[in-house]
């Protein structure tokens, strides 16, 4: 090869390499990570893998606030509410939770501002808290009505419906349950459509309602199976196991064990407690209550380590059962007085009575909408009757038709105003005292729900649309002149 050659042939390989250098420098870089793409990262693998989870949120929220990005800061912070509820870590799920909620207030956002008091609620519920649960689902609920948020108000309804079953109020929980099955539906979200189903299943399950049970239940599965949501299977078989506890003890211990198997697998902490709680119960109805002892210790160790009482009461309930299975009656007395001490710090009458309160408060708040929305649409007929009128006067056609309108306004109006009327008397009736008051023997003095001793009559008065006025009855009157009588006669 000649030098000439050469020279041709380094021009040529240099002409290449520059070439390909200036389309590289022109070729834009890969775009940087964004905290929108990594939130929804996080949420979407924050049941399989909460630990990655957790690392991927915290990584968005640093972004975000570098960026000055406060939507996707907010969403960070839900991401690491819902990590830390999954790993059983309720008071930093709670402080996260709160956060974000408040993050999401302070840039606008109510749609993000409602899931974080709805996330508040199932934190609450979680620990058993059920009054303070309902004031954030409430909460929550109340945005997403002012906002029109179809699948966020499915949620709301979903997660009040858990919430009343939790406190045995079946009417109220399949009410709500049923309300976000229909909406689901609308919005043919599949996933969410199983927790309906599902939720609906463990209802009829505590009713005891099998076939019910059984049939919601195994719809759930169904689609929870051809969507691989591993963690939801779980809970799905171990709801199946709760079903069948009664009449098939053998094959509710086997929903259970395929349960445990994917809990563990995935380091569900409070669901592997729980369905080790449901194994160690199935142990002992089967006859084997030295291993049921063995299964519920596990299970206590569990609830323990993660805080939650709902499952210590249960643990404490069982063990006390098991070994009195096994004529260890010492001990069974001792987790008794546990089970029952626990129980007592958890569901006492004040939280009853808060919660009572807040359905009635609730329930009137409902009445007062539809009062609303009733007057709204009796005045849209108005217009539209005036409308009419207005194009009015052009022939007997016309007329008779205003003629008819006008009579199906009035029938309208008369309904309106009946309906109007009934649920006024209801939201009266939610503010009458109900149930069993705190009364003290001598003095009649009621204890209000923060433990203070009230007068009969101030108690009442702020709780009700009575006053008060004060007499003597005949009897009382009889008495007060022969005491007067008498400490005259001594005086005398």
């Known amino acids: ?52 989870s957790g690392e991927i949120a915290r990584h968005a929220l640093t972004l975000a606030r570098a960026a000055g990005d406060a939507v996707n800061a907010a969403e960070a912070l839900h991401n690491l509410a819902v990590v830390q509820r999954n790993m059983g870590r309720y008071d930093l799920a709670a402080d996260f939770a709160q956060q974000s909620a408040d993050a999401y207030a302070a840039a606008g956002h109510r749609k993000g501002q409602a899931q974080g008091f709805n996330t508040l609620g199932l934190i609450s519920s979680d620990r058993g808290d059920y009054p303070r649960a309902l004031e954030f689902h409430h909460k929550a609920l109340a945005i997403r009505l002012e906002i029109n948020d ?29 309300k976000a099955l229909e909406i689901k539906k609308r919005l043919n979200d599949r996933s969410s459509l199983a927790f309906s189903y599902a939720n609906i299943g463990t209802v009829y399950s505590t009713m005891g309602d099998v076939p019910k049970a059984l049939e919601a239940l195994r719809e759930a599965l169904r689609l929870r199976q051809e969507l691989g949501e591993a963690r939801y299977v779980a809970s799905t078989y171990n709801a199946i196991g709760l079903a069948l506890d009664e009449s098939d003890p053998s094959a509710a211990l086997a929903e259970f064990e395929k349960a445990l198997a994917i809990r563990e697998r995935l380091n569900d902490r409070r669901g592997t407690a729980g369905t080790l709680a449901n194994i160690g119960e199935m142990q002992r109805r089967l006859d084997r ?53 626990l129980k007592d710090q958890t569901f006492n009458q004040q939280n009853s009575d808060r919660l009572n309160r807040l359905n009635a408060a609730y329930e009137a708040t409902q ?57 006024q008397a209801a939201i009266d009736a939610a503010k009458t005292l109900r149930g069993l008051l705190p009364i003290c023997a ?44 008498r400490s005259e006669s001594r005086l005398i």
């Open 367 to 423: 009445r007062e909408q539809q009062i609303r929305l009733l007057n709204k649409e009796a005045e849209l007929q108005q217009a539209r009757l005036q409308r009419l009128q207005i194009i009015g006067g052009a022939g007997a056609l016309l007329l008779i038709a205003l003629l008819a309108l006008y009579a199906h306004r009035r029938n309208s109006e008369r309904r309106y105003r009946r309906q109007a009327a009934e649920l």
């Open 442 to 485: 001598s003095c009649k003095k009621i204890r209000d729900d923060r433990g203070s001793w009230q007068p009969m009559e101030s108690y009442i008065s702020a709780r009700s649309d009575a006053d008060f006025t004060h007499g003597y009855c005949p009897s009382c009157s009889d008495d007060i002149i022969n005491d007067a009588a």
């Open 1 to 52: 090869m000649t030098i000439f050659s050469i020279s041709r042939l380094a021009l040529a390989i240099g002409a290449i390499l520059l070439s390909s250098w200036t389309v590289l420098a022109q070729t834009p870089a890969p775009p940087a990570e964004s905290a929108a793409a990594l939130n929804e990262e996080a949420k979407r693998i924050s049941s399989d893998n909460p630990q990655k």
């Open 150 to 178: 179809e699948e966020g108000l499915s949620y709301s309804y979903n997660n009040l419906g858990n919430m009343y079953r939790n406190v045995q109020d079946y009417t109220r929980a399949l009410e709500n349950h049923f």
């Open 289 to 341: 209550p030295d291993l049921a002892v063995v299964t519920l210790t596990r299970a206590l160790a569990i609830a323990d380590e993660i805080r939650a009482p709902v499952l210590q009461i249960e643990m404490y309930d069982h063990l006390a059962t098991a070994e009195a299975a096994r004529g260890n009656f010492q001990a069974a007395y001792d987790w008794h007085q546990k089970y029952a001490t």
